[in-house]
């Protein structure tokens, strides 16, 4: 291990967990909404139900716990601490594997992937679908460190990961990742400094859609563009919001932890397919990753990716290995042709069972078999 890498612990002050549950004791909410669906935002009463599980059940310690038992780290990359997991497979053949997530995940995403993606033949799987698993958290997400500068762009992240595996030891990888680490991990594709050697993608990033799918699209097609049309008509106020005034949206998530609740909470039900989502993830693996984005304070900080990165996503093209997984409730879905265009080689291509956009929290199971059969089709 390099000296420059250190290792980590998780452990949050008895007195910011006193505080929050001050916080949601004392709240104050405004009225009920005036519809009877999700078309204002997240509903009172679920709001409430979350609220007063935060308060009186859940329970951050047995989080901390669980993620102290695997091995953390961090490392200083271009002036900025990157805080990872880095957990090595049993298996002499295991491949290395680099994970990345998005807004409003985390590396908690991934908790209940990482023990069968390391070591699969426990769980009955195969030997070859072994991997050793480096999953970072995203600069101003987490632990990491919080930019004090602009220009933390995704393009700028992709190029640390990339130095990141490299000083871990693993001159050739794989990447994945969804939401804004579909972005990093694709980008790292398009970089292609020659050590990446395929990536599997669960969110599907493309550019705009070609003239003969303008005109001509198959049904398939056709629901992918009504599907981009909703988003960018109804889905997308809070990336607007994000994009343009991330101070100011975060001054009332740092200082209201309801506030910081529903702002995260309603995209897990919206993007999931199920607006009764808290039958839907695990509540309090829902509320783990809450409460890390509380215990932070980076409402903020990582909303200021989305002004570095949003109003002009990089789409250049990947040369190197792909694989796509298509969930049935993300947000957007291109159809292949569409995914064609930005992605030359594309090996696997699969429309999973279940899921949204957070499939390794919605649908660990799937999760797993969709990134296994994607790097099947590929070799370091």
């Given at each position: 291990?390099?000296?420059?890498?250190?290792?980590?612990?998780?452990?949050?002050?008895q007195s910011?967990?006193?505080?929050l549950?001050?916080?949601?004791a004392?709240?104050?909410?405004?009225?009920k909404?005036?519809?009877?669906?999700?078309?204002?935002?997240l509903?009172?009463?679920?709001?409430?139900?979350?609220?007063?599980?935060?308060?009186?059940?859940?329970?951050?310690?047995?989080?901390?716990?669980?993620?102290?038992?695997?091995?953390q780290?961090?490392t200083?990359?271009?002036?900025?601490?990157i805080?990872?997991?880095?957990?090595?497979?049993?298996?002499?053949?295991?491949r290395?594997l680099?994970i990345?997530?998005?807004?409003p995940?985390?590396f908690?995403?991934?908790?209940?992937?990482?023990?069968?993606?390391?070591?699969?033949v426990?769980?009955?799987?195969?030997?070859?679908?072994?991997?050793?698993?480096?999953?970072p958290?995203?600069?101003?997400?987490?632990?990491?460190?919080?930019?004090?500068?602009?220009?933390?762009?995704?393009e700028?992240i992709?190029?640390n990961?990339?130095?990141?595996?490299?000083r871990?030891?693993?001159?050739?990888?794989?990447?994945?990742?969804?939401d804004?680490?579909?972005?990093?991990?694709?980008?790292?594709?398009?970089?292609?400094?020659?050590?990446?050697?395929?990536i599997?993608?669960?969110?599907?990033?493309?550019g705009g859609?070609?003239?003969?799918?303008?005109?001509?699209?198959?049904?398939?097609?056709?629901?992918?563009?009504?599907r981009?049309?909703?988003?960018?008509?109804?889905?997308?106020?809070?990336?607007?919001?994000?994009?343009?005034?991330?101070?100011?949206?975060?001054?009332a998530l740092?200082?209201s932890a309801v506030g910081?609740?529903?702002?995260?909470?309603?995209?897990?039900?919206?993007?999931?397919g199920?607006?009764?989502f808290?039958?839907q993830f695990d509540?309090?693996?829902?509320?783990?990753n809450?409460?890390l984005?509380?215990?932070t304070?980076?409402?903020?900080s990582?909303?200021?990716?989305?002004?570095?990165?949003?109003?002009?996503?990089?789409?250049?093209?990947?040369?190197?290995?792909?694989?796509?997984s298509?969930?049935?409730?993300?947000?957007?879905?291109?159809?292949?042709?569409w995914?064609?265009q930005?992605y030359?080689?594309?090996?696997y291509w699969?429309?999973?069972?279940?899921?949204?956009?957070?499939?390794?929290m919605e649908c660990p199971k799937?999760?797993?078999?969709?990134?296994?059969?994607?790097?099947?089709?590929?070799t370091?």
């Amino acid at each position: 291990m390099s000296a420059a890498i250190r290792e980590f612990n998780i452990e949050i002050p008895q007195s910011d967990l006193d505080d929050l549950k001050q916080r949601l004791a004392t709240a104050r909410f405004p009225e009920k909404e005036s519809v009877d669906d999700w078309s204002q935002g997240l509903p009172l009463a679920r709001l409430k139900q979350l609220a007063e599980y935060w308060q009186h059940e859940y329970d951050w310690r047995r989080c901390e716990a669980q993620i102290n038992q695997y091995p953390q780290f961090v490392t200083e990359l271009d002036g900025l601490d990157i805080h990872f997991l880095h957990i090595r497979s049993p298996e002499p053949a295991a491949r290395p594997l680099l994970i990345t997530h998005g807004w409003p995940g985390s590396f908690i995403e991934f908790l209940d992937v990482i023990d069968e993606l390391s070591n699969p033949v426990a769980h009955g799987g195969a030997p070859e679908d072994a991997y050793h698993l480096v999953i970072p958290s995203l600069p101003g997400y987490g632990f990491s460190g919080k930019p004090t500068e602009p220009g933390w762009s995704v393009e700028r992240i992709a190029k640390n990961w990339d130095a990141l595996m490299l000083r871990l030891g693993y001159s050739r990888y794989f990447a994945q990742g969804g939401d804004w680490g579909s972005m990093v991990t694709a980008l790292i594709g398009s970089q292609n400094l020659g050590h990446c050697a395929g990536i599997h993608l669960n969110l599907v990033v493309v550019g705009g859609p070609s003239k003969e799918i303008l005109t001509s699209p198959t049904p398939e097609e056709q629901t992918s563009l009504k599907r981009f049309k909703h988003y960018a008509r109804v889905g997308q106020g809070y990336a607007a919001i994000q994009g343009t005034r991330p101070q100011t949206i975060g001054y009332a998530l740092a200082d209201s932890a309801v506030g910081q609740l529903a702002w995260i909470a309603e995209k897990f039900g919206e993007w999931s397919g199920e607006k009764d989502f808290i039958d839907q993830f695990d509540i309090d693996r829902l509320l783990d990753n809450i409460s890390l984005y509380w215990f932070t304070n980076t409402a903020a900080s990582s909303a200021r990716l989305y002004w570095h990165s949003f109003v002009a996503p990089a789409v250049e093209q990947v040369t190197i290995p792909t694989a796509c997984s298509l969930f049935p409730y993300e947000m957007v879905q291109p159809s292949r042709r569409w995914a064609e265009q930005r992605y030359c080689d594309i090996r696997y291509w699969n429309e999973a069972s279940e899921g949204g956009h957070f499939a390794a929290m919605e649908c660990p199971k799937v999760f797993i078999d969709e990134v296994c059969s994607g790097l099947r089709t590929m070799t370091l």
